[in-house]
């Protein structure tokens, strides 16, 4: 496998010792820049390096899937603050929403180090200017998504390009950056990225490509708020860019994506980089994800109680369809989440594979003894999120303790700039058809629906002649479940029709959870569909739309009263 290697102190140093701190708290790391260092590409790289991974630690521990895939009601949870994002009864008291706006600007502060410490060293020490503006691609295109990111979330929120010199004019407590003018310079960045990143580069570094993928999603989000036609047409000139020119291809098994193996494949465009060993290195999906310890044969596995909802499953059920008396299957759907029966050969490969039980006590001869004399409980939907949860060490081939999974998480892929361009398509209308607007996008649409979706004899499904938003929508619902980014896809419909968005939150089946039913079942009807009902006391959530912004959190307003909610934001300029 390969993936990048970050082994140099300086450059964790220089990257890493703001953690933990309020976002404008300032370090002198300009005088860790030390005579000599920055002298070529290979230096500037182990900096920039260093921010694919754990500078994002933070913000994907758990913010990224609670907030990403609880917000829209896709992924069930009910613990503590994670939960609160789920029933959308967060406040600006919550510490996962806390951790998720330090961890960003954790990502904007270790770009800008990069951006505004690096120049001036490295051109002294005589570093080639490719080198230089390689480097600053690299910083400026992981700064803009981390900002893109903020302003999803949080809508308006301050733009910090360069804190020391914030702290050199006395301007500590800046005012919050309206979201309109914080696209723009996301936009700035992802050019520059777009014209100094290389067409191709070592596995896991970003490329022209990436910023061009990401300018797509840009501009499609900023139609979408503006419906602005301009807008919708740059982000079909961006996607289909990236699609036609860059050699990169769709995985034909969606399943191997999410492996080892799969890391930095052919089809990835921006993912974070983990390894393994110590903790804030590797990525904690499948320590958080994972149905309970029987499962990875270590400590770690909390997400018994997490689950696909109703609302999901019943969504890649019908995103799927049907065609005349053959059925459709979605092929995703195991890697997704698993449910009674999915056997998966890749799991406990040494003892022949795990098969998914609703709820089962191991006898103590059981063939795997990592599942003998244990039992694995009832899930709330009956059903335990797969996707990024691989096994035990064995499977994986390397250590996994530490919450340190060297698996690769998703930011952007190359099916998601082809959904992106169906939607641009479609732009404010309601529909694009196949002979008359715009044949491209339905292509690009069926290339993705196709890996996944097939008729139960493994014949492909009829092709759409027309595709509407709501299909674009759904298809991305199931394609990018559980990877964090679902959310994203809610705040588009949210800025195109308010009221729509809103509906569709509140018609999610949110209170929908399954309990056993007491009649002495043993464990082998236990383990049917028929020994649970579903719970009707759990109150739904009910999404607002003052709720489909984060609030700034309290401790951050504290420091700065300008973050406050009733303090008027400013448009963003450049000098």
Known sequence: MKKIKYIIMIAMVLILGSCGEEFLDIKPKDQLTVEGFYRNAEEIRMVTGAIYGQSWFDANDKFLWAAGDGLPGDLYQDYEDEGQLFFHTF?????????????????VAAANTVINGMPAVASDNGAPESAI???LGEARFLRATAY?????????????????????????????????????????DLEFAAENLPLSDQPGRVTSWSAKGMLAKVYLTKGQSTQDANDFTMAKQYAQDVIENSGLSLLPDYADLFTIQGNNNPESLFALQWTS????????????????????GISEGWGGYKSATLSFMDNVASNAGSTG?????????????????????????????????????Y??????????????????????????????AN????????????????????ADVYLVYAEAAIGPGSSVTDATNDPAALEYYHMVRDRGVVQANGELTARKTSITFEDV??????????????WFDVKRRFYRNPNEAIQYLNTQRTADRYRIIDNGSDNETRNTWAAYELDPTVSPLIATEEKMFLPIPASEVTVNPNLAADIESEPYTTE
Do not use: C
Not at 91 to 107: K, P, S
Not at 156 to 185: C, G, H, M, W
Not at 473 to 478: A, D, G, I, Q, S
């Open 133 to 135: 503006n390689g480097g």
């Open 277 to 296: 060993g110590s903790y804030g290195v590797g990525n904690s999906r499948q320590a958080v994800f994972a149905r309970g310890s029987n499962l990875t």
């Open 325 to 361: 008396a053959v059925p459709n299957i979605d092929k995703r759907r195991s890697a997704i989440y698993m449910q009674l029966g999915d056997h998966y050969s890749d799991m406990h490969a040494e003892f022949g594979g795990y098969t998914y039980n609703i709820y089962y006590e």
């Open 91 to 107: 406040t600006d008291q919550n510490t996962v929403i806390l951790q998720g706006w330090r961890g960003l600007y954790r990502v």
């Open 395 to 414: 499977d994986v081939g390397t250590s996994i303790s530490n919450q340190a999974v060297p698996l690769n998480q998703y930011i952007l892929r190359l």
């Open 148 to 188: 893109f990111f903020l302003t999803e979330f949080w809508g308006d929120v301050p733009v910090i390009s360069d804190a020391a010199a914030d702290v050199a004019n006395n301007e500590i407590t800046p005012l919050k950056n309206t979201r309109e003018t914080i696209y723009d310079f996301i936009i700035g």
């Open 473 to 486: 929508f759904n298809e991305r619902r199931v394609e990018f479940g559980m990877e964090g980014i679902n």
């Open 363 to 392: 006898p103590e001869d059981y063939a795997d003894p990592l599942l003998a004399g244990t039992n694995e409980g009832a899930a709330p939907l009956l059903n335990n999120i797969k996707k990024y949860v691989l096994g035990t």
